[in-house]
């Protein structure tokens, strides 16, 4: 069997799954390949891998996510890269693979994505991490130095909710920084700003995105069909 590249994982909910179905379509393709489609609901026109005991909602995204780098991690112990997105993300393959090639294959840890939110302060600790909402990557050692810590992550969900912040705090804790690139990975919608809220902005002077985030099924297709100057 070949070593996978990259292994992927598509976080969303039993709303969500049409919009999820468009990124099948769209961006969700070979290169990201092998993917999961991580939720907790069956669903009889994408291939959905159940993470037991998630619930939907919000708060459903941390156990999906977690839950779905173990599973991954233990499907493909020796792939060089797991990456985390969801259904409101339009991810640049060609550009990301760029980014792969130039980052190469190390032994050492590598967290990479985008910082979005700045820091968090964790009781006296103050920490950078990688926005979950902008997609991120952990190479094969940063995954593999993650993994045992992982069921106890899940275990302490109800006082720490947010997973993006969750693995920064304990990759920081293992001695791994984060290596950002905010230039590229974007955690906003570029047509209604931050948060993609309504009669917000426009984000402006994006160039050669990687990714984005809070977008519709239509913005999805809208980017992938080349009706923005964005497109790859």
Same mark, same amino acid.
């Given at each position: 069997m070949t070593t996978? =590249?990259?292994?992927?994982?598509?976080?969303?909910?039993?709303?969500?799954?049409? =919009?999820?179905?468009?990124?099948?379509?769209?961006? &969700?393709n070979n290169d990201l390949s092998p993917y999961y489609i991580h939720s907790s609901t069956p669903c009889d026109y994408l291939p959905i891998t159940i993470v037991p005991g998630a619930g939907e909602g919000?708060?459903? *995204?941390? #156990?999906? !996510? &977690?839950? /779905?780098l173990k599973q991954m991690i233990s499907d493909h112990p020796d792939a060089e890269w797991f990456y985390q *997105?969801?259904?409101?993300?339009?991810?640049?393959?060609? !550009?990301?693979m760029a980014l792969l090639d130039e980052l190469g294959t190390t032994s050492e840890p590598m967290y990479v994505g985008g910082?979005? %939110?700045? +820091? &968090?302060?964790? /009781?006296?600790?103050r920490l950078t991490y990688a926005s979950g909402g902008a997609t991120y990557l952990l190479n094969n050692a940063a995954a593999h130095l993650l993994a045992p810590e992982l069921d106890t992550l899940m275990s302490q969900l #109800?006082?720490? #909710?947010?997973?993006?912040? &969750?693995?920064g705090w304990k990759l920081q804790a293992?001695?791994?920084? #984060?290596?950002?690139?905010?230039?590229?990975?974007?955690? %906003? $919608?570029?047509?209604? /700003? +931050?948060?993609? $809220?309504?009669?917000a902005a426009p984000r402006k002077g994006i160039v050669n995105p990687i990714s984005f985030h809070y977008l519709s099924a239509d913005e999805i297709q809208r980017v992938h069909t080349g009706g923005s100057e964005w497109q790859q």
């Amino acid at each position: 069997m070949t070593t996978p =590249r990259i292994v992927t994982s598509l976080q969303t909910g039993l709303a969500y799954y049409p =919009r999820a179905k468009v990124c099948t379509e769209t961006w &969700l393709n070979n290169d990201l390949s092998p993917y999961y489609i991580h939720s907790s609901t069956p669903c009889d026109y994408l291939p959905i891998t159940i993470v037991p005991g998630a619930g939907e909602g919000y708060p459903s *995204a941390t #156990p999906k !996510r &977690l839950g /779905g780098l173990k599973q991954m991690i233990s499907d493909h112990p020796d792939a060089e890269w797991f990456y985390q *997105a969801s259904c409101d993300n339009y991810v640049f393959t060609k !550009r990301l693979m760029a980014l792969l090639d130039e980052l190469g294959t190390t032994s050492e840890p590598m967290y990479v994505g985008g910082d979005v %939110c700045g +820091h &968090l302060s964790v /009781g006296s600790q103050r920490l950078t991490y990688a926005s979950g909402g902008a997609t991120y990557l952990l190479n094969n050692a940063a995954a593999h130095l993650l993994a045992p810590e992982l069921d106890t992550l899940m275990s302490q969900l #109800p006082e720490h #909710p947010f997973e993006d912040a &969750l693995v920064g705090w304990k990759l920081q804790a293992l001695g791994v920084k #984060p290596t950002l690139y905010s230039d590229k990975f974007y955690g %906003c $919608n570029p047509f209604r /700003g +931050h948060c993609g $809220n309504h009669g917000a902005a426009p984000r402006k002077g994006i160039v050669n995105p990687i990714s984005f985030h809070y977008l519709s099924a239509d913005e999805i297709q809208r980017v992938h069909t080349g009706g923005s100057e964005w497109q790859q």
